[in-house]
């Protein structure tokens, strides 16, 4: 599904990584690692297409775009969470039904804030409108940065046993993320930095 060959990254007259190669497949997961400042997030926006200034190869086998959902919330302040799940999963997935943008947000715990603005929101609820798209999308690759940072225990919990079921389905995982991951399938990892 994803192919990486010789891909360099240099900003600032530093280089980020410098021929990178790697592969992933159906039903595979990624972690991508190390330090603040080594490239992580600029190659999950590579690998999605938002980064541009780069070389070498990145070839995704796909039908559809992947799901790239970045580790800031993403959402409008002035939106209620309804209105921003509708927007955020219109941009990959068209027109979702009510029933399912309800159904999503109740999945993360959001039952009852359907029409509360997220302005009003802690950051972890904001989080959590912008994570609701993994019960929306038919995406069969999603690239994750930082799922899981303003999530509280539970939170965790349910996003990681998404997250399995996703992969064990034949999906594709790429994430970032500082803490230890509680998954049944097998996870590989890409340090950077080192």
């Not at 790239?68 to 027109?95: C, F, I, M, R």
């Not at 999530?151 to 995982?173: F, K, Q, T, W, Y």
Request: proline share 2%.
């Amino acid at each position: 599904m994803l192919n990486v060959r010789n891909l360099t990254c240099i900003r600032d007259e530093r280089v980020l990584f410098e021929n990178l190669s790697f592969s992933l497949g159906a039903g595979e997961a990624l972690r991508v690692e190390g330090s603040n400042g080594t490239g992580k997030t600029t190659l999950l926006r590579i690998l999605a297409g938002l980064y541009e200034d780069y070389e070498g190869e990145v070839d995704w086998a796909l039908d559809e775009f992947p799901l790239y959902v970045g580790h800031k919330p993403g959402v409008k302040d002035l939106l209620t969470a309804t209105e921003n799940l509708t927007w955020l999963s219109a941009l990959q997935e068209g027109q979702v039904a009510p029933d399912a943008v309800r159904a999503a947000l109740a999945q993360v715990n959001l039952r009852g804030f359907e029409d509360v603005s997220c302005g009003s929101m802690s950051e972890g609820q904001r989080k959590r409108v912008n994570l609701a798209r993994l019960y929306l999308t038919r995406a069969s690759a999603w690239i994750l940065d930082e799922p899981f940072s303003a999530i509280d225990v539970s939170g965790i919990a349910a996003l990681e046993e998404r997250m399995n079921d996703h992969v064990l389905a034949g999906g594709l995982l790429l994430l970032i993320t500082h803490q230890q991951l509680q998954l049944d399938c097998a996870v590989r990892s890409l340090r950077l930095g080192v």
